[in-house]
C-alpha cells in the first residue's frame, strides 16, 4: 500500500512520523484500513465483487 501526502494524527505519540510525507507499507503488518466513503469509487468495488463471485462458482 502506498500512501502520499501523510499527516500523522497524533504527532506527539509518533514523533518520528512528523517528517515522514510518502510511505510503502507491507501488507503483512496491515490490520484495518480505514477511508472516507466519498473517496472510494464504490460502482468500481462493487464490479470487481461480482467478477470475483462469478468466477468462483464457475470453479
Known amino acids: 500500500m502506498k500512501l502520499t501526502d ?3 494524527a497524533e504527532p506527539e505519540k509518533f514523533p518520528q512520523m512528523h517528517a515522514v510525507k510518502n510511505c510503502f507499507i507491507r501488507g503483512s503488518v496491515v490490520r484495518y484500513v480505514q477511508l472516507p466513503a466519498d473517496r472510494v469509487d464504490t460502482q468500481l468495488l462493487q ?7 462469478a468466477a468462483q462458482t464457475r470453479k
Open 6 to 8: 501523510i499527516s500523522v
Open 47 to 53: 464490479d470487481a465483487s461480482r467478477k470475483e463471485a
